[in-house]
């Protein structure tokens, strides 16, 4: 069974950073690309980023709102993908989803339960 | 940079077929996904490439895609279909997302 599972959410002041990891089993997690989705409590879904496997070199791609300021990792031998957080801003307050990229072209087949980061003084 | 359009809330009766629209400049020439997502749950994929069901998800789903306007179908509604849905497709290597719609099954 695939499972992923977030972790490292929490409050951060804004300016400061955050780790997110996202920690997978059931599946070879090596051959997929993994993706960050955040939402705002009570609004919509906004992709952040992803990871692509060691096939394509690991190259991330990122949203606008993010790029310069988040990047992302990952431990195939441990079945960890990582969202490295700096200059956090308030706007990035949101629970934040990891996902895989399945087999199927572009589409986020399995989801974390999510992990909440609050940004606030 | 590319947008895709929901509204944001559609009602339908129980038994009825509901249709939620999703909408972004030449659509069609991409594929759309769908996912559902219940209050206080991740968002679960329902329709993948247009119009392709992953295991285990109702036959009652079913999802169109061309020209400007992805659909994604629910017949013979239930209940349990009260969810949010949301929309996605791929411009370039960004991912983009609709801003979801509401179904109340009333």
């Known amino acids: 069974e695939v499972q992923l599972v977030e972790s490292g959410g929490g409050l951060a002041q804004p300016g400061r950073s955050l780790r997110l990891s996202c920690t997978a089993s059931g599946f070879t997690f090596g051959d997929y690309a993994m993706n960050w989705v955040r939402q705002v409590p009570g609004k919509g879904l906004e992709w952040v980023g992803l990871?692509?496997?060691?096939?394509?070199?690991?190259?991330?791609e990122f949203a606008a709102s993010v790029k310069g300021r988040f990047t992302m990792s990952r431990d195939d031998s441990e079945g960890i993908a990582y969202l490295q957080m700096n200059s956090l801003k308030t706007d990035d307050t949101a629970v934040y989803y990891c996902?895989?990229?399945?087999?199927?072209?572009?589409?986020?087949?399995?989801w974390g339960q999510g992990t909440l980061v609050t940004v606030s003084s | 940079s590319y947008e895709l359009t929901q509204p944001p809330s559609v009602s339908v009766s129980p038994g009825q077929t509901a249709r939620i629209t999703c909408s972004g400049d030449?659509?069609?020439?991409?594929?759309a996904y769908w996912y559902q997502q219940k209050p206080g749950r991740s968002p679960v994929l329902v329709i993948y490439q247009d119009n392709k069901r992953p295991s285990g998800i109702p036959e009652r789903f079913s999802g169109s895609n061309s020209g400007n306007t992805a659909t994604l179908t629910i017949s013979g509604t239930q209940a349990l279909d009260e969810a949010d849905y949301y929309c996605q497709a791929w411009d370039s290597s960004t991912a983009v997302f609709g801003g979801g719609t509401k179904l109340a099954v009333l």
């Open positions: 996902s895989r990229l399945g087999a199927a072209v572009g589409v986020f087949d399995y």
């Open positions: 990871i692509r496997s060691r096939a394509y070199g690991g190259a991330t």
């Open positions: 030449k659509l069609g020439d991409k594929f």
